[in-house]
């Protein structure tokens, strides 16, 4: 409760200093995972409100994938958004998909690495699509975009989740697939990496949003309870308790990270406010002060 205070205080501050810039992205292409609906599709269709030239939406569902092409060319004019099957699990598909977006666009701007799955019982599926899916994305991203590789160089936004931040008790494995996101964010983010590719890596944490994947039932059969018989009623307790926001609040967080989010930068979305970044804390300020005993260091 009282974090939740804190993290509300904090957004409205930021975005008081910040003020909302209009993020523009004239004669872009992005290419977005998972973009057949929910937050990719949110994200895929804020973009082109903001002036990107073109979308690729990669998603493993064709039907869904196809209506949301049609979706956003009937709402922006036509051309303006393709739509290429692929398991982003299967790393054939998946760079395969990146080969045909280059071919119609002759360019790429920004890839979103959002899609992402909950599955704690098929653990393998979910570190697949979430955690090694996402690191395919960025370094097919980076082989795309590298300014030294040719490319003009870019931005690669990588979906992570509050979760990654607040570890809640009932989803360990989503948990653990969406940390992973941050370590690599934050690691290949930095300068080393940055000044040699010019391809900006940027991360973002949605609190829950008003998504598919958190439909009650659908949600809880996602979890195990193979190791407490509670995690289902934790769930059900956290859904009610954590707030859910809409997605096209998360949209234009995607849009406004991807604009001004610095190299390496990790942002939190939550409570339908505006996203803020996060400072991950020094590990000094992080030790436990009464954590050892006098006595272990005396020989
Ligand atoms: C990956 O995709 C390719 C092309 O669709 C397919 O031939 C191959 O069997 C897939 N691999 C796996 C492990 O599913
Ligand atoms: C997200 O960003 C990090 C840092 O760039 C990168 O290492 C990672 O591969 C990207 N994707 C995932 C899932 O982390
Ligand atoms: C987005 O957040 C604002 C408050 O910041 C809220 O008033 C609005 O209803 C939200 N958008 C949607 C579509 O719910
Ligand atoms: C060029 C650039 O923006 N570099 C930044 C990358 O991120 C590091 C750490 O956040 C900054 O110190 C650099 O200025």
Known sequence: ???TVFWITAALSIAMVLGEKQPKFEGKIALITGAADGLGFGCANQLLKDGLKG???????RMKGKEAAIKLNDAFGPGRAIFIPADISNDTEFE?????SMKHWKRLDIVVNNAGIVNENNWRLAMNVNAIGTLKGTLLGF???????GGRGGVILNMSSLAAIVAPD???????????IIGLGRSLGQDLYYEHNRVRVVTLCPGFT???LIAPERFVNSLSDALSPYVKPSALGGLKNFPTQAVDNVSRACAKVIKDGSNGSV???ENDLPAYEIIMP?????????SYDVADYIY
């Open 96 to 100: 395969v998909a990146f080969q045909v």
């Open 55 to 61: 979308v690729t939406i990669i998603d493993i569902n």
């Open 210 to 212: 008003k998504t598919d």
């Open 267 to 269: 942002w939190i979305v």
């Open 143 to 149: 082989k795309y975009m590298s300014s030294a590789k």
């Open 282 to 290: 020094d590990r000094d300020s992080m030790r436990k002060t009464d």
């Open 170 to 180: 009932f989803f360990p494995v989503y948990t653990a697939t969406k940390s992973f």
């Open 1 to 3: 409760m009282y974090r």
